[in-house]
């Protein structure tokens, strides 16, 4: 990544809450609380106090996808394993990233 587009990146953090089922819709919903955001990973991570906040990185002035999607990039970087009822969860383990299936 450039430098320029390096200063277009920052890192969410925010606190799972839960899953829900949406009105009417066979589909889980993810609830979470926003908690900061950030101009570096590194940043974003020491504001994460335990595993159950999750940070993810966000360009700037970039439109996202009105449906719901997978967040690339996001990670829970205080959780060794953590399993989701409905879908994976990426964690990250020293410097490896890993999905674990339910």
Same mark, same amino acid.
């Given at each position: 990544?450039? &430098?320029? &587009?390096?200063?277009?990146?920052?890192?969410? /953090?925010? *606190?799972?809450?839960?899953?829900?089922?949406?009105?009417?819709?066979?589909?889980?919903?993810?609830?979470?609380?926003?908690?900061? /955001?950030?101009?570096?990973?590194?940043?974003?991570? &020491?504001?994460?106090?335990?595993?159950?906040?999750?940070? !993810?990185?966000?360009?700037?002035?970039?439109? =996202?996808?009105?449906?719901?999607?997978?967040?690339?990039? !996001?990670?829970?970087? *205080? !959780?060794? *394993?953590?399993?989701? /009822? /409905?879908?994976?969860?990426? =964690?990250?383990?020293?410097?490896? &990233?890993?999905?674990?299936?339910?």
């Amino acid at each position: 990544m450039d &430098k320029e &587009k390096e200063n277009e990146q920052i890192w969410i /953090c925010g *606190k799972y809450i839960s899953h829900s089922m949406r009105h009417n819709k066979p589909e889980m919903e993810m609830s979470w609380e926003f908690a900061g /955001c950030f101009s570096t990973e590194e940043k974003a991570i &020491k504001a994460c106090p335990n595993d159950q906040y999750f940070i !993810a990185p966000a360009n700037i002035d970039e439109i =996202v996808p009105v449906d719901a999607s997978e967040w690339t990039g !996001a990670y829970y970087p *205080k !959780a060794e *394993k953590i399993k989701c /009822c /409905c879908d994976d969860i990426k =964690v990250k383990n020293d410097e490896k &990233k890993e999905t674990f299936d339910q």
